[in-house]
C-alpha cells in the first residue's frame, strides 16, 4: 500500500493510495493507466455539464421526466440521450420506415425509472444497448417481436408493429 501523485490528462495532480503489490511494478502500471483520465474534479464537472445538457435536450423535446434520486437521474439522463441517439443513428443507417422508428422510440422514451436506465447500461455485452433496453425492463412487458427486431434492426419486420409500418 503506496500513497501515489497522479498526473492526470487534465493536467491536475492528485494523490492516490494504490493497493496491492508491487513484485512486477503492478501499482506504477496502475497510477500510469489513472493518469490517462481527468482528475475527479475535472470529471464530475464534466458529468454535470453533460447532464446539464441532457436534461435540457429531454426538456426541449418533450421526453418524460425521469423518476429516482438526483443523482440518478442525472446519469440516467446521460444514458437515454446516447441511447435515443444511438437508436437514430441505425434508424439512418439501415433505412428503417418513419412509423417504426417512431414505435421504438416511443418504446424508449416509456421507461421513466431511472434506475432501470442505468441498469441498461450493463446487460448482455453481445447486445446493443438498444436491445438491452428494450429485453431487460420489467415494468413493460416486451414481446418477442421487439427482441427479434432488436437482435437485427436490419430485418423487415416493420408490417408486425403497426399497420403504417408497411
Known sequence: MAWYTIEHSCGHASERQIYGTNVHGERERKAAGLGRFNC????????AVTSDAATGVADE?????LLGSQ???????????ETIDELDRICRTTGMPEARHNWARG?????????????????NPNRSRIENCLNLTDLMPVPDLVRAWAADPARDIADAFCDECR
Open 71 to 81: 443523482r440518478q437521474v442525472e446519469w440516467a439522463q446521460r444514458l437515454r440521450l
Open 107 to 123: 418504446v424508449l422514451l416509456a421507461q421513466t425509472s431511472a434506475e432501470q436506465w442505468i441498469g441498461f447500461r450493463g446487460g
Open 40 to 47: 475527479p474534479d475535472c470529471a464530475a464537472t464534466d458529468r
Open 61 to 65: 423535446l418533450g421526453w418524460p421526466g
